[in-house]
């Protein structure tokens, strides 16, 4: 099982860009999928964004689609979220997570998140 810190959130007004890191710690990250996720006040856990270990193409929501670039660098042990044109129902905490990827949804691994990190998006 790997450990996962997410790092990268901030505050930045409509229309810019963040770029999220998740760094895992532990063996074989080539192996694993991973999902980007996020919360909003008073709202549910949703999708963002996954990638599969064998592919180079990432799956995404449709809230984020051709606003959002998920990515990795196996030579890291890193997991990229680049978010522009950011709007402000963008702001959420965003969560990394091992995901098993079944049928084109990204089912998370049990004790497989992150801490989470927060981005605010401003009007």
């Known amino acids: 099982q790997l450990q996962l810190v997410e790092s990268g959130g901030g505050l930045v007004q409509a229309g810019g860009s963040l770029r999220l890191s998740c760094v895992a710690s532990?063996?074989?990250?080539?192996?694993?999928?991973f999902g980007w996720f996020r919360q909003a006040p008073g709202k549910e856990r949703e999708f963002v964004a996954a990638?599969?270990?064998?592919?180079?193409?990432?799956k995404y929501s449709d809230s984020v689609k051709d606003r959002f670039t998920m990515s990795r660098d196996n030579t890291k042990n890193t997991v990229y979220l680049q978010m522009n044109s950011l709007k402000p129902e963008d702001t959420a905490v965003y969560y990394c997570a091992m995901v098993n990827l079944v049928a084109g949804t990204a089912i998370p691994v049990k004790n497989g998140w992150g801490q989470g990190t927060q981005v605010t998006v401003s009007s």
């Open positions: 532990g063996r074989a990250f080539s192996r694993y999928s």
């Open positions: 990638l599969h270990f064998s592919s180079p193409n990432a």
